[in-house]
């Protein structure tokens, strides 16, 4: 099993940063890919950004410019640096891994609110 523990949302005006991480532990082996996805209400899931561990990124249109992918394959770490954050982007993100056999993880969420 793998578990994932994301941290750093909370409530920001517009215009503003916040930086994600999530941590992963368990089994986690090989070339795993780590990435976030946002799920707003009443909308589907959908891709913010994927990063390999030869840091190959993968960025959603939303999202280019603005967010940075970043990982820490020592500690298995995996962060989205947000700058410009605006209304649209509020949501549920949700830190993902993919091992190599293609099994898929999923972190629990943690809510980012942008409002004036």
């Known amino acids: 099993q793998v578990q994932l523990v994301e941290s750093g949302g909370g409530l920001v005006q517009p215009g503003e940063s916040l930086r994600l991480s999530c941590a992963a532990s368990?089994?986690?082996?090989?070339?795993?890919?780590m990435g976030w996805y946002r799920q707003a209400p009443e909308k589907q899931r959908e891709l913010v950004a994927t990063?390999?561990?030869?840091?190959?990124?993968n960025y959603a249109d939303s999202a280019k410019g603005r967010f940075t992918i970043s990982r820490d394959n020592g500690k298995a770490t995996v962060h989205l640096q947000m700058n410009s954050l605006k209304p649209e982007d509020t949501a549920d993100y949700y830190c993902?891994?993919?091992?190599?056999?293609?099994?898929?993880?999923w972190g629990k969420g943690t809510l980012v609110t942008v409002s004036s």
């Open positions: 993902y891994l993919r091992r190599p056999d293609g099994i898929i993880y």
């Open positions: 368990g089994n986690i082996f090989g070339a795993y890919t």
């Open positions: 990063i390999t561990i030869g840091s190959t990124t």
